[in-house]
Nanobody, 122 residues
Framework: VQLQASGGGLVQAGGSLRLACAAS????????MGWFRQAPGKERDFVAA????????YYADSVKGRFTVSRDNAKNTVYLQMNSLKPEDTGVYYC????????????????WGQGTQVTVSS
C-alpha cells in the first residue's frame, strides 16, 4: 500500500491542524493505521493509532485529549486532528500501515508515508 501524508504547516501555539494520509494500491480496510512523529535529532515516536474498522483508537500520553485519529475507509484516508498545539509537537509526522494489529513501535508497521512537517511556534 502507498501512503501520502498532507496537511502540515506552521501554526502558533494553541492552534490546530488536520493531517490526512491517503492510501492507494491495496484494500485500505485491511490495515490498522498509525501516526508517528520525529523531531530533529530524535527518534520517531508513536502518536496515535486506529484499528482497521475505526472502532478503536489509541494515543500517546503526550497527545491524549488534544489529538483525534479517525479514518474514512470509503475515501481510503486516515486523519489526525491536532488541537491545542504546543511547540513540543513540532516535527515531521508520518502515517504508517500494518496488516496485523497496531503497535507503538516503528518496526510494527510495514508501510510508511513520506511525512509532513508540522511546526508550532511559541
Amino acid at each position: 500500500v502507498q501512503l501520502q501524508a498532507s496537511g502540515g504547516g506552521l501554526v502558533q501555539a494553541g492552534g490546530s491542524l488536520r493531517l490526512a494520509c491517503a492510501a492507494s494500491g491495496r484494500t485500505f480496510s485491511d490495515y490498522d493505521m498509525g501516526w508517528f512523529r520525529q523531531a530533529p535529532g530524535k527518534e520517531r515516536d508513536f502518536v496515535a493509532a486506529i484499528t482497521w474498522s475505526g472502532g478503536s483508537t489509541y494515543y500517546a500520553d503526550s497527545v491524549k485529549g488534544r489529538f483525534t485519529v479517525s479514518r474514512d475507509n470509503a475515501k481510503n484516508t486516515v486523519y489526525l486532528q491536532m488541537n491545542s498545539l504546543k511547540p513540543e509537537d513540532t516535527g515531521v509526522y508520518y502515517c504508517a500501515a500494518t496488516p496485523t494489529a497496531w503497535g507503538v513501535h516503528v518496526y510494527e508497521y510495514d508501510y510508511w508515508g513520506q511525512g509532513t512537517q508540522v511546526t508550532v511556534s511559541s
